[in-house]
């Protein structure tokens, strides 16, 4: 039964400011922590001696803040990655944790750096990827952290999508991108031997399919693999052979996170992502820890960071009711020491619980997702606000979500959906949104409407359908397409046309192009198709208020995605507001951009639905 009391209002900066303290990683001698925090507003890194009071700044930035780093193996380096206003061009900037100097190891125009591997015996080396010599193209250098040297150790002939190093650091591995929108996976006996094809994953496994790691000999790689199943397994193949063994499998959920001991690269644990996350042990040597650590707090937890002696463990805990947790975990003595809550002010706030549903399609297909509702109201005839996830290969997960309680605390019901074409729930559930944008992937969101207004959970005349990237063109494709079925749309960084959303996409996807085609369309031989499924052609459709937000520097959605359709609403008098970000790119990096964005949804979605709105907010 619902309370009578409505909670208190939570401020957008609790819930889109900054965290406090977050991302925290044990130093390899497990003798100091690093994690991020903010200085004048902007998150840089800190670091602190575990146990002591003196923690300190180590990065001075000032402008985006930092949210990708991690420990060299030497301990005497942080190394971070940073763009310039979200264009994706990561640098890779070396720190050491007195914060006295901080040094650009590759110091490229655009061009894009990625971090592939680094292991504790050897400390001073790093091998990562780079775009430059061919922007669509990226090889494998090996960088000396104490000399700055660069030396090409691997050579993308130009259908390399991603590599995979063995744990000497030689690259041995790399998956081939086929014309068919499959891919290849290529193994050599040495660093520089000939490449041979070891499995070829078909189209239709491509999304769910993967190779993890090298075992500690090299003889063998770990795989995620879904040929001849439904759902991914992992399993171990021996390279010379072809032979493989089955380690973890379910029938309906791939296999999500696979934890491997950091010296033997054995498997320990392997997570599926069922309505929570839920980790099976496999090494019997871990029960003891991991009974410790479910101890600790009803959240979902996962193992962040652990020490080269692998004695200390960074545990950290998701929950849908509270801010995200940190423990340090000592497995010699058993116990535990809480670190600290990445947004302590959470929990001055009633939260809304995360509650997994599911309900048919109208083919039949089962969809799962999640349902957060206003405290303190009763569940019946509310506003109702469908958040779709981006991706579109991806899937909203069970936890602390920033969006759902805003908007479960300012009174609407926030649902999420998995869709077809989601992750997670294996391959026939993912391929089934192949060349379903705009058709049976919306048709799901518009059931899940449905099913929330046959539960008389949602008010029919009262629901906006709201997302990012994938998410904001299917709010487009919501206005467009089922415009009676909404009564207003936010659309966040979403493509308009998916012809020019193809065409335009970054040149390092280019080995990514043929899924694309695949399970999108081909804008060369399918070009009405694709205009079919583009909300830019049916403007005329929209009779509902728009919110759109975009980042001028976004590399995969660009602005003219977002200009098109506006200039279109703006030709035929449709309500609209228009917020262009010239700092941004793919989603909102600073606070200041955040908390602007969210302030403007909050009273769009008041004036549409009448939900509520922080003081001196309200719409006119």
């Known amino acids: 039964m619902a309370s009578s009391a409505v909670p208190e209002l939570i401020p957008r900066e609790v819930l889109f400011g900054n965290p406090i303290k977050a991302s925290p990683r044990l130093s390899p001698d497990g003798r100091r922590i690093a994690y991020l925090a903010p200085v004048d507003n902007v998150l840089n890194v800190w670091v602190g001696t575990v146990g002591a009071s003196d923690d300190r700044p180590v990065t001075r930035d000032t402008d985006r803040g930092i949210r990708i780093y991690f420990w060299a193996e030497d301990g005497r380096h942080l190394l971070y990655l940073q763009d310039v206003g979200g264009n994706e061009n990561w640098r890779l900037y070396a720190v050491n944790p007195d914060g006295d100097t901080v040094q650009d190891m590759t110091p490229f125009e655009n061009v894009q750096v990625q971090v592939l591997e680094h292991d504790k015996r050897f400390p001073s080396d790093l091998l990562i990827c780079m775009n430059l010599e061919n922007e669509a193209a990226h090889d494998v250098y090996r960088l000396d952290l104490t000399t700055g040297k660069l030396e090409m150790v691997a050579k993308n002939p130009g259908h390399i999508a991603d590599w995979l190093a063995d744990a000497s650091l030689a690259v041995r591995c790399a998956s081939a991108a086929t014309p068919e929108g499959g891919f290849d996976l290529l193994v050599r006996e040495a660093g520089s031997g000939e490449w041979r094809a070891l499995v070829s994953w078909e189209p239709d496994d491509s999304l769910t399919s993967a190779p993890l790691a090298f075992t500690e000999d090299g003889q063998s790689l770990y795989l995620k693999d879904s040929r001849g199943v439904n759902a991914s ?23 999500g996170d696979v934890l491997l001991h950091p010296d033997t690269r054995a498997v320990q644990m392997v997570s599926y992502f069922r309505a929570r996350q839920d980790w099976a042990v496999l090494d019997p040597r871990l029960e003891p820890d991991v009974s410790n650590i479910r101890s600790l707090h009803p959240g979902d937890f996962s193992i962040v960071s652990r020490d080269q002696a692998d004695r200390n463990w960074l545990v950290a805990f998701t929950a849908d009711n509270g801010p995200v947790s940190y423990y340090v975990y000592d497995r010699a003595a058993l116990q535990s020491t809480f670190l600290f809550d990445n947004q302590p002010a959470l929990k001055q706030y009633s939260l809304a619980p995360m509650e997994p549903v599911s309900f048919p399609a109208r083919d039949g297909l089962t969809l799962h997702g999640y349902l957060s509702c206003p405290p303190g109201q009763a569940r019946k005839n509310l506003p109702l606000v469908l958040n779709v996830h981006g991706g579109p290969w991806a899937r909203d997960l069970w936890g602390l979500d920033p969006e759902a309680q805003w908007l479960a605390n300012r009174g609407y019901a926030c649902l999420q959906v998995n869709f077809r074409g989601s992750t997670g729930y294996g391959k026939a559930f993912l391929n089934a949104g192949d060349r379903e944008w705009g058709g049976k992937m919306h048709l799901d969101l518009a059931d899940a409407v449905r099913w929330a207004v046959a539960e008389g959970i949602a008010d029919p005349g009262r629901v906006a359908i709201y997302g990012g990237s994938y998410g904001g063109y299917a709010a487009l494709v919501g206005a467009t397409f089922t415009p009676d079925l909404f009564c207003c749309a936010v659309d966040i960084v979403g493509p308009s046309s998916l012809e020019t959303l193809i065409r335009s996409i970054p040149p390092y996807w280019s080995t990514f192009l043929a899924t694309f085609h ?41 602005q003219a995605e977002s200009e098109r359709i506006v200039a279109a609403m703006e030709a035929k008098g449709i309500d609209y507001e228009y917020l262009l970000f010239p700092d941004e790119g793919h989603g909102f990096a600073k606070p200041e951009n955040r908390l602007r964005f969210y302030a ?19 719409p006119a």
């Open 233 to 255: 397994r992992l399993i171990r193949m021996e390279i010379a052979t072809g032979a493989f063994e089955v380690i973890a499998e379910d029938s309906q959920y791939d296999v």
């Open 600 to 618: 403007a949804a909050e009273r769009f979605l008041a004036r549409h639905l009448g939900g509520r709105c922080e003081a001196g907010d309200e």
């Open 518 to 558: 695949k399970r999108v369309g081909n804008p060369d031989t399918e070009k009405e198709f694709l205009e079919a499924r583009s909300p830019l052609f049916k403007v005329d459709r929209i009779r509902i208020p728009m919110l759109i937000a975009q980042g001028a520097n976004d590399p995969r959605v660009k």
